[in-house]
């Protein structure tokens, strides 16, 4: 690769010859910023500039100089903090350092400028390193990267960048070189759900109607929450549960301490109050709403909503329901919510444990893969199944789940399947229904359309392709355009057990609060069970 420096402009000619023009913004310079970069159609402008920096990151290596930028990783807003930007030299030329100032603009981007301090030019000798203080003050009114679920699909999910950049010169060329690092931009005091949010109620949370009293049924329950004090100082405030400031809210004193965390536990009322009590129901329940006020504040200094959702997921009686844990907390939360006896068991556990005292027991998403211990314990959950349990099993990748010798994996279900590396990425694709009388889609919930209405970001993944006729098929469904899928749930009767495997999302649609994802697994885990759900009532047939 060879450079060549032309005023202020770096071209990198490499790939045959190609030249890329990089624009830098550079204070006092007229036309910074203008260039290729510049000029690119829009579209093309994130992947050019990722291609220069990657040109001038190669330059800036191919000359020995590294660069670290070191600092807090959380900023509240208002706060100020000192970052230092250290350049290291471990070529053969003196790096001499600009005294010019440099700016970063972008999206989620926040530009640190250097070097101001400095009162010349400075000369970096090969084998040292300068370190350049920089101080940084957080707007008031910077865009929060807090709670990270909320920013999934935007780009402050890993927070907020930010980079500074020092014109060098190295034997008479010169380089830009530039440091950077993703910090969280937080409020004074921050409010975190530690229960589950939304948070998911069911029939089993009803309480018995009164007379006369209002259409909303449901019992008030606990949820933690945890406040962290992210200031220099200690805070005293309130934390208030309800809709509002001063009616109808609970309200709950708190002292932190400088840079400290705080649980709570608090309960809040099974359905929140709302302007006309008389039409509350579950069914359109408000948000659980936190807010944290300082003593002697008029204004909130942080607020969060938990939604709340109603799903009419009803169960067979006196389930004992055993599993196996993957990633996530999403199975047992969500067991929770259905109000069932649950239990997480070990590898150990199962080899050794009792397994005819569970009704059934679930093998949560990929856990063959996260615990490869179970694979060698699988036979002992075959042999429950057989015996008269039912065995579910979530969704694995297919190189995880075929029989292959190489890896050492036997066949895992107790009839042939086998997984393809289909999905269906469409969460709104249709559904249709091939067994819509099959027992399992009807006690002690009626399964139809509106269960998979308002999905999140999938339906399944790793399709199975192909599998013994023992298993029936249930559901179908397809991408636009695509061939269907029929393996989204499959289910086989083994011995005098059960056996159902199924490749759909649930864990997503469980953490995500879909009432149609409670109903179904109410399905799983009742299956083979009596017909008479939990609460003493008929199977919902709505």
């Not at 000619?13 to 910023?33: I, K, N, W």
């Not at 945890?226 to 200690?234: K, V």
């Not at 990748?397 to 086998?418: G, M, T, V």
């Amino acid at each position: 690769m060879r450079t060549e420096i032309v005023g202020r402009t770096e071209y990198a000619c490499a790939l045959g010859g190609g030249a890329v023009e990089r624009g830098v913004a550079v204070e006092g310079h007229p036309g910074g910023g203008a260039g290729a970069l510049g000029r690119a159609d829009p579209a093309d402008r994130s992947r050019l500039a990722l291609f220069v920096a990657r040109i001038r990151q190669a330059l800036v290596l191919s000359n020995g100089i590294t660069t670290k930028l070191v600092g807090p990783d959380v900023l509240s807003l208002g706060s100020s903090a000192s970052f230092s930007f250290i350049i290291s030299n471990a070529g053969n030329e003196a790096v001499q350092l600009q005294r010019r100032t440099l700016a970063l603009p972008g999206q989620n981007r926040i530009a640190l400028v250097c070097c101001p301090g400095l009162s010349s030019n400075l000369l970096i000798a090969p084998g040292k390193s300068a370190d350049m203080p920089i101080n940084y003050t957080v707007p008031a009114e910077a865009k929060l990267t807090v709670p990270h679920a909320s920013h999934l699909y935007d780009d402050r999910v890993f927070g907020t960048l930010l980079s500074t950049q020092a014109e060098t010169t190295i034997g008479g060329v010169e380089l830009f070189v530039e440091a950077s690092k993703r910090i969280d931009i937080v409020p004074a005091v921050e409010i975190q759900a530690s229960s589950p949010s939304p948070a998911v109620r069911t029939p089993s949370d009803r309480k018995t109607k009164l007379q006369g009293t209002m259409d909303c049924m449901l019992r008030d329950f606990d949820y933690k929450v945890r406040l962290t004090n992210h200031q220099s100082t200690s805070f005293s405030g309130q934390l208030i549960v309800g809709p509002g400031f001063y009616r109808k809210a609970a309200y709950h004193p708190f002292t932190i301490a400088v840079h400290d965390r705080m649980d709570l536990t608090v309960s809040v009322p099974g359905c929140p109050q709302q302007t006309d009590p008389k039409r509350a129901s579950q069914e359109k329940a408000a948000p659980i709403s936190f807010t944290v006020v300082g003593n002697g504040a008029k204004e909130p200094l942080a607020r969060l909503e938990v939604p709340i959702v109603f799903a009419d997921a009803r169960t067979a009686p006196n389930l004992r329901v055993g599993y196996v844990r993957g990633f996530d907390f999403s199975l047992p939360n969500a067991l929770n919510a259905l109000g069932v006896e649950s239990k997480e068991l070990t590898v150990e556990e199962v080899k050794t444990a009792d397994l005819q005292k569970y009704s059934s027991i679930i093998v949560d998403n990929r856990v063959y893969e996260s615990t490869p211990g179970l694979i060698a314990a699988n036979q002992k959950l075959l042999d429950y199944a057989n015996a008269g349990g039912t065995l579910i099993v979530f969704y694995h990748k297919s190189f995880e789940w075929n029989p292959d010798e190489r890896r050492q994996r036997p066949q895992l279900a107790p009839y042939k399947l086998i997984l393809g590396d289909e999905r269906i990425v469409d969460e709104n694709a249709p559904v249709t229904f091939l067994e819509p009388q099959h027992p399992l889609l009807n006690s002690p919930n009626k399964i139809g359309p509106e269960d998979f209405a308002n999905w999140i970001q999938e339906r399944g993944l790793y399709y199975p392709k192909e599998w013994d006729p023992q298993f029936h098929a249930l559901l179908q469904s397809n991408d636009p355009g695509e061939a269907p899928l029929k393996g989204g749930l499959l289910v086989a009767d083994y011995g005098r057990g059960r056996y159902i495997y199924t490749s759909m999302v649930w864990y997503r649609e469980l953490r995500a609060g879909v009432p149609g994802a409670y109903r179904v697994l109410a399905n799983m885990i009742s299956y083979g069970r009596a017909s008479v759900t939990k609460s003493g009532l008929p199977p919902d047939v709505r």
